[in-house]
């Protein structure tokens, strides 16, 4: 497969905007058929209170955004959500949750036992739960797990300005147990937090040299949400979000690109021409973990109207993951790394909520 330099990349990214498109188109139609959408639907089984200070996100504890916390939602509940969710077209289902880390015990068995329930509805499963070991990958894989989404978010260089709390060795190290688990990888990243052409490319460049490349690529719009560091940014122009999926798709023939968070923003023309650039994929729904999302009545409109439809589950391969386990079993505790760094506008964001907490107790 052609691999390409971090400065090819960026040349690709400034291709007049036509022939990018085109470029991408071509290498869309040699591996993938054009006229399918993959379709997933988000649940966020616990919200909130996450203990990261990841600057884009409305779930951090320490930001103060009007989002309703949630503990673990009960089996029942997301096993009836996913069902309604296979009803309205979705072929997979992803469960989200504000971790920082998986933890061994009581909820992390219970999410294992939603991994069986979701895989019974003959629905793929992926999860989204924050950095995991080797072993924990094996045991949702023998759960039944196909994929596991764990960005990179941005390139090396500009995460130092994004997050402190966890380093990017880290996500690479659990994108790592992720594929040493057998399971699927997903991981992109989000455009639009003041990042330049140049971190695009790089955090491209980052999620292409993985061996096997990602499985599916998730490109996200920053939601700028009220009271996050990142409130004040701009609705990222539509152009960049087509430059980027079209540059993802050129980079990574094989993959699945996935026009994520931001569809609110976009009209289904500026959609259509994400998926002629590539994008093969979305998340369906109302919400995504917290924020809107255009429902599934309005993308079956859309659907319809450009010709795409919805893909089936894919093949089941889950079934050989059952012999790895005694090896992982005697395996050590990851000890992920807490880089410490400051990162002004998260500190200043993280004190303004505080006031705000206080003001709130004294009313
Ligand atoms: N806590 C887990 C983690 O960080 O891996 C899983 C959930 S986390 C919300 C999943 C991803 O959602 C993040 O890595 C980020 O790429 C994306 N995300 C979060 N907030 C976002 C926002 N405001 N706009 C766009 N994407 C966002
Ligand atoms: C991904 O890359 N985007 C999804 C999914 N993976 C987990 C999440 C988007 C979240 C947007 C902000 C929110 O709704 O909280
Ligand atoms: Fe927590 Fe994930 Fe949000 Fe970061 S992105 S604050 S780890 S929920």
Redesign the pocket.
């Given at each position: 497969m052609e691999t390409y330099s971090k400065q090819e990349i960026i040349d690709l990214y400034n291709l007049p905007l036509m022939e990018l498109i085109y470029r991408a188109a071509q290498v869309h139609r040699e591996h993938h058929d054009p006229s399918k959408i993959q379709v997933s639907t988000?649940i966020?089984i616990k919200t909130g209170g996450c203990p990261e200070d990841c600057g884009?996100?409305?779930?951090a504890a320490r930001y103060h955004t009007s989002?309703e916390k949630n503990d673990l939602l009960p089996y029942e509940t997301v096993i009836g959500l996913a069902r309604k969710a296979k009803e309205k077209g979705s072929s997979r289902v992803?469960m989200?949750a504000a971790w920082r880390n998986v933890k061994e015990g009581d909820d992390f068995e219970k999410v294992l036992k939603m991994v069986r329930g979701l895989s019974e509805l003959d629905m793929e499963v992926c999860c989204?739960l924050g950095m995991i070991t080797e072993s924990q990958a094996v045991r949702l894989a023998e759960a039944g797990l196909h994929y596991y989404?764990h960005?990179l978010d941005t390139s090396e260089d500009y995460y130092k300005e994004v997050i402190s709390t966890r380093g990017y060795d880290d996500r690479l190290k659990t994108l790592d147990n992720v594929r040493k688990g057998s399971l699927k990888v997903?991981s992109?990243?989000?455009i639009g937090m003041g990042e330049s052409i140049e971190d695009r490319a790089g955090m491209l460049l980052s999620l292409s040299k993985l061996h096997p490349q990602p499985e599916s690529v998730?490109?996200?719009a920053l939601?700028a949400?009220e009271g996050t560091p990142m409130e004040e940014q701009e609705i990222v122009p539509v152009w960049d979000v087509v430059r980027m999926i079209a540059t993802t798709r050129i980079v990574m023939p094989k993959t699945t690109v996935?026009l994520?968070?931001g569809r609110t923003e976009m009209s289904a023309e500026a959609q259509a021409l994400c998926f002629m650039a590539g994008a093969s994929s979305i998340?369906a729904g109302e919400?995504?973990?917290?924020?809107?999302?255009p429902g599934e009545d309005k993308d079956a409109e859309m659907f319809s109207i450009l010709g795409l439809t919805p893909t089936e589950k894919e093949k089941d391969d889950t079934g050989k993951f059952k012999i790895r386990r005694s090896r992982v079993e005697a395996e050590e505790q990851e000890k992920w790394s807490r880089p410490g760094h400051r990162i002004e506008k998260n500190v200043q964001a993280a004190e303004k909520a505080k006031e705000i907490r206080k003001v709130q107790r004294q009313n």
């Open positions: 988000l966020s884009y996100c409305p779930q989002i992803c989200g989204t989404n960005n997903c992109g990243g989000i998730p490109i996200n939601v949400v996935r994520s968070a998340f919400k995504l973990l917290t924020t809107p999302n």
